[in-house]
């Protein structure tokens, strides 16, 4: 892959298949119509997917590097930036690189490279979202699928604690619900929707059925729905608010299904019981795979965040929170993951690329954010940004550089560039690629 | 005698404090082994001034911590022998992997102690983090030896994949004590609900009423039981669980007298 700015493309061009770098969905199905090197028309893609494009060519981007000085930001020259970065990084004992979720996987490999190069932590986006799912993934197994498999042969589709009509716009209409699929021809009257969850959500409201639970006490009703699976007698009337009849209804539904896919949002992985939540669903799972065909997939919510686990995985033998302090990589969830990490008061410098946990970390997490040096790699100001010692821009994968991505079901997508940066950076990849020069330069 | 002098803020990976480690060591020699602080290598005698002389063996080796150290990890990691008294708090991993001799903490563990124990006591008279007596990460067979007591309270996961030995926690534990648990003894003062859940093994002993999953049935009452060689005072009912799993034969006892 080449690290060079390429030309700037001036005459009107309508570009297909383009990827979308928003969520977990992935679509790469988008037409953009550029004219002078701005995306003026956006086909196929959902509102968020839209936004995006239009505010890449937009004006608020981040164009230059930034430096703070005496509490306000300088224009700096990027060489000075990347400098200042590499520095930071070298004198910490205990850097942590974090984010990755909305780069392409090339970036995270510089990243990782960086990490054990200084002796840091690297953790990402998943540590605060679907930690849980991996945990329960790692001691349970997952009988997953592509969403390949599940448009064309799902014939139940159940979403528990998510609500994809606003979270990943296009999923029902493009892999699960509404596409005609090979053994599916009919589309959606193939198939069946349930949906569960703690309130009447836009996607319940176009579920074929919704089974309302209390909130935090998703682990009983999956309980008991795996005792209904296996014919063992249960007691109880109600669980979590539902009847004995709903769940024996639901339980029948699953086992009489000819495939049938289960697609968990944060509402289970992050409700009380988290990790055990997922074990349960997985569990119940397996055990329908003895009646029919069955698979759970988690809806994994930012464009990479499946792909950040993967090259962790393949590179350090671990998903998230992988610590090279001693020089091999030891895994600790509770101990090198970033909330605990930060709000501990661990870290004593941070990298942020490809996310904003100046805007979604506990309050604790982002004190010690703001008292540390941080330097931020995005594409626009943000919550993180704002409190960042040095800013570097990146540039946005899938459109102004090539990469790879995973998508949620971890079926790697290639993303092409289609336009130039409107920074003053290659890609994201190359930005990390000269801190790492930098620091090796550094430590001799 | 161990008295700390600074803690680095970025905590302290001292496995090193261990009785297997100092026997035999002179003083400066103990003074010289090596500590991490976050990516930087230091030693023992940056962070503790060291005083008296350590035995010649393991067993008769006494180490005495005179302060809280609450962000030093893995003290007494894999200790096999001898007595470590911390006269104040300690950090995570306190405990894990040990396989015989005693620690006695006076005031709080922070989550991850006794971890992988496989033998031997570690008894903490303030409260434990998460994850007491837990596996290791991926790890589906937890401490396999060994006794652990927590005076105060636990939080959750307390026993997590439990295989053996005992842990005793004589306050509140917070929720999924003894998760996923294969044999051994886990008792509980009192617990947040989904005790015992997937457990297939082992048994449970709760001192006060406490919420249980559907999975659980109760089978009998019973009075002043033996359960695992520990005799209980009082009126127990006993539940067998959890349904859920197959093959489960775990028994979780909850206080009614
Ligand atoms: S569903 Fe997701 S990936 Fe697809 S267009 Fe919308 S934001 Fe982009």
Redesign the interface.
């Known amino acids: 892959m080449s690290l060079q700015a390429p030309e700037r493309l001036e005459e009107r061009v309508v570009v297909r298949d383009v990827g979308c770098t928003v969520c977990g969905c992935l679509c790469d199905d988008i037409e953009l119509e550029i004219e002078g090197g701005r995306i003026v028309q956006v086909r196929h893609a959902c509102a968020m997917g839209t936004a995006k494009f239009l505010h890449a060519t937009g004006d608020s981007r981040l164009r230059h590097a930034l430096i703070r000085e005496d509490g306000s930001f300088r224009r700096a020259e990027l060489q000075e930036a990347l400098d200042r970065a590499a520095e930071i990084l070298v004198d910490a004992s205990r850097p942590l690189l974090f984010g990755w979720s909305e780069t392409s996987c090339e970036a995270l490999r510089v990243g990782i490279k960086i990490a054990e190069e200084i002796g840091g932590l690297i953790d990402n986006c998943s540590s605060i979202c679907h930690s849980p799912s991996i945990l329960a993934l790692q001691s349970t197994g997952l009988p997953a699928c592509t969403l390949g498999e599940v448009k064309n042969r799902a014939d139940l589709v159940i979403y528990w604690g998510a609500n994809p009509l606003a979270s990943h716009p296009r999923h029902l209409s493009r892999y699960s619900t509404f596409p005609r699929g090979y053994f599916r021809e009919r589309g959606k009257s193939d198939r069946t929707l349930v949906v569960v969850d703690v309130r009447r959500s836009e996607t319940a409201r176009i579920a074929d059925r919704f089974i309302q639970v209390k909130p935090n006490s998703d682990y009983e009703v999956l309980t008991v729905l795996r005792m209904l699976v296996r014919e063992i007698k249960v007691k109880a009337e109600r669980t979590g608010g539902v009847s004995m009849e709903e769940l024996k209804e639901l339980a029948e539904m699953m086992k009489s299904c000819s495939f049938g896919v289960l697609f968990f949002g944060l509402g289970l992985a992050s409700s009380s019981g988290k990790s055990w939540n997922v074990s349960a669903a997985i569990k119940l799972a397996a055990d329908l795979n003895e009646h029919t065909k069955f698979a759970v997939l988690p809806m994994r919510g930012h464009c990479n965040v499946a792909g950040t686990n993967q090259v962790l995985g393949w590179q350090t033998g671990f998903p998230y929170a992988v610590d090279f302090s001693r020089g091999y990589a030891w895994y600790s969830p509770g101990e090198t993951s970033v909330v605990d990490l930060l709000a501990r008061g661990e870290v004593d410098a941070m990298l942020v690329i490809g996310a904003d946990p100046g805007a979604h970390l506990p309050r604790k997490a982002v004190e010690r954010m703001a008292e540390i040096p941080l330097i931020a790699i995005d594409i626009s100001h943000t919550p993180t940004t704002m409190l960042a010692d040095v800013v570097l821009p990146g540039a946005v994968v899938g459109l102004e550089s090539a990469g790879t991505c995973y998508r949620m079901d971890d079926v790697p997508v290639h993303v092409r560039q289609v336009i130039s940066p409107a920074s003053e950076v290659p890609s994201d990849e190359w930005v990390l690629e000269q801190i790492y020069r930098r620091i090796r330069r550094l430590r001799g | 005698m161990l008295e700390p002098v600074s803690q ?4 302290l ?1 001292a496995e090193v404090v261990s009785c297997d480690v100092f026997a035999g060591r002179s003083r400066k020699e103990i003074e010289e082994l090596e500590v ?5 290598r230091r030693k023992l005698g940056d962070f503790f001034s060291v005083s008296g002389s350590a035995a010649d063996s393991p067993e008769e080796t006494r180490i005495v911590i005179a302060g809280s150290v609450e962000r030093t ?1 893995w003290i007494g990691r894999g200790m096999s022998a001898g007595e470590i008294v911390v006269e104040g708090s300690t950090g ?1 991993y306190t405990g894990a992997w040990m396989k015989g001799g005693r620690i006695v903490v006076k005031g709080s563990v922070d ?2 102690a006794g971890m992988m124990m496989d033998g031997g006591e570690l008894v903490v008279q303030g409260d434990a983090g ?2 007491l007596g837990c596996a290791y ?2 790890e ?1 067979r937890g401490m396999r030896g060994g006794s652990i007591v927590v005076h105060g309270n636990a939080g959750s996961e307390a026993g997590h994949c439990l295989s053996g030995g005992r842990v005793t926690v004589k306050g509140r534990a917070e ?2 004590a003894g ?2 648990m294969h044999s051994g003894l886990l008792v509980l003062g009192s617990a947040e609900r ?1 005790v015992g ?2 457990m297939t093994g082992g048994s449970i002993v709760v001192l006060a009423e406490t919420e249980l ?3 659980f ?1 109760l089978i009998e009452r019973v009075t002043s039981p033996e359960i695992e060689g520990v005799r209980f005072e009082g009126v127990f009912e006993v539940y067998a669980g ?3 799993e197959r093959n489960a034969k775990g028994r979780v006892y909850v206080k009614v007298e």
Request: with cysteine; net charge positive; hydrophobic share 35%.
């Open positions: 680095p803020e970025c905590g990976v991490y602080a976050g990516n930087r990890k995570m989550s991850f998460d994850y990460r991926g589906w929720s999924f998760v996923r989904r859940a997937q999953l559907p999975s049935e959890d349904l859920a």
